[in-house]
Nanobody, 123 residues
Framework: QVQLVESGGGLVQAGGSLRLSCAAS???????VAWFRQAPGKEREFVAS????????NYSDSVKGRFTISRDSAKNTAALQMNSLKPDDTAIYYC?????????????????WGPGTQVTVSS
């Protein structure tokens, strides 16, 4: 059984930074780990992903250049460094795992999810 737990969310002013962490336990070796977010009244959207093997990354256009995803395979953790935060980044952020060689940015392609962590960016 895979379990994911996010941490590091909070309240920050626009222009500030936060670092989210995702700790995985159980059958943790997967093909991809990703971060998604969901703002009130909006659909869950892809933020960033990284391949456990090789470390290839993908980012949404809205966060490219501001966010950096990383993973530590030995510790079964992943992180999302968020810089230059904007009020539009306010959302619940979720960590997710995908088992499958082909990369997808759709949340339905990810089978395991953490409970999420709230990020609020004030203007």
């Amino acid at each position: 059984q895979v379990q994911l737990v996010e941490s590091g969310g909070g309240l920050v002013q626009a222009g500030g930074s936060l670092r989210l962490s995702c700790a995985a336990s159980g059958r943790t070796y997967s093909d991809y780990v990703a971060w998604f977010r969901q703002a009130p009244g909006k659909e869950r959207e892809f933020v960033a992903s990284i391949a456990w093997s090789g470390g290839g990354t993908n980012y949404s256009d809205s966060v490219k250049g501001r966010f950096t995803i990383s993973r530590d395979s030995a510790k079964n953790t992943a992180a999302l460094q968020m810089n230059s935060l904007k009020p539009d980044d306010t959302a619940i952020y979720y960590c997710a795992l995908r088992y499958g060689r082909i990369w997808y940015g759709s949340p339905e392609r990810y089978g395991y999810w953490g409970p999420g962590t709230q990020v609020t960016v004030s203007s």
